[in-house]
């Protein structure tokens, strides 16, 4: 027999570096680039590296062993080919039911072991097989926040205020109902949020529409790398007529602050929101100033610009109650952004004429504090401590998530309940406001990083490994 014959009949057995499933091909198709059947991740062949190889059954062969002495436990699994018949004298391998042809261009040569066979003479079987794994190794995605998840519930204040709100959102806005939702549930539990997301996706716009159905005042921070920390809080100046100085207000004395790009300004700038994001109030010269509730901050942050760009620190990133990812829109949805904002008309003239407030600050503030009697189940508390304490343990994790996080979780999932018209929380109110609460207070390891994983992945993996209660 040739060495071409004998080395396609020699697996080679490794794993896909994406999903871990365990992977056989032959020899003959070393470097070859193909698809994994689990993940659909690119995986490379690999070549033999030691004398010997396993074959289908697990048996080691030699790479230079001819095909009688294949094993009658490698026939019957259909994993090579068949020795040559020796009652007709016909020189070549038929083969077995199982194997598979020669893949197409642009398709993997692996194949479960219930395919049905194809056969194409003259040509030389791939690898046909994969181990199965346990278990599907890539988590099925956590329900996200949805818009539609609010309509099936009992009708309540807060629910009929959030639909109103709603509403005359969609007159401006189209989509991103992960940032819609996400923003009002922090705004009614007194939190923050961080938003990442690309240029041009309408931040601003959002920002503006809610300040004006909910009768707050908007403000906006460029951050850039020379801005300094008066320029946010506001500085003393000199009264020419009382000969005095006295104080002038920084932009972040309003309701709603977006603070575009905060990760282009080093970290003293960032320090300057701490104390205003958690005690809202501003201390200058040692006169305390209150900032008038409720106060929301909109952080945005580029995910594709690294130059020029300062990391966030841990102390800052967990002062958010949410970091929400926003992304491109549908195809749908961009059609109607194009039909609504393809005019020549300006956006402050239909802020005035298109939209109605349909709240007030006062309004907000009551609505907080109501949110804070939903009912919270011990089982239910128990449940977020567990999420929040595993997080520490994950060993994909290098540190893990703080108290506040579990307080984000508890707050956020009441006044979700509340916006569902109920005045008790559920499993999935937690679940669903669980990666928004986490994904900016866990910090990857090195080989997790290098292994391409990513924050909402790990955190999908262990939030299946935690037994949700039964109310």
Partial sequence: MSSGSASSQVTVEFRCQKCGAKLRSGASFAGQKTKCPQCSAEVVIPSPNSPTQQDGSGA???PNSSSLGQTAAESSAGLVKSPPSAVDGNTQSESVANATSQPPVGTSPFAQTNAPPVSQPGVNPPVVAHSPAPADPKPAGTPKLSLDSVGAAHESPTRELVERVMTELRKLYVGQDELVLGTLVALFSSGHVLIESFPGLGKTLFVRSLGKILGCDFGRIQFTADLMPSDVTGSPIFDMKTQEFRFRPGPVFTQLLLADEINRSPA??????????????????????????PFLVLATQNPIESEGTYNLPEAQLDRFMFKLVAGYPSAVEEMNILKMHGGQEEVDDRLEDEVETVTSPEEITQITQDNGNVTVDERLIDYINTVVRRTREWPQFHMGAS???????MQGARTLASFRGRDYAV????????????RHRVMLTAEAEVEGRTADDLLTELIRTVEVPRL
């Fill in 403 to 409: 108290p506040r996080a579990g307080i984000a979780l």
């Fill in 427 to 438: 499993p999935d109110d937690i679940v669903e406001l669980a990666l928004p609460a986490l």
């Fill in 268 to 293: 003293k700038t960032h320090a300057a929101l701490l104390e205003i994001m958690q005690e809202y109030h501003v201390t200058v010269d040692g006169i305390t100033h209150e900032i008038s509730r």
């Fill in 60 to 62: 080691e062969v030699s």
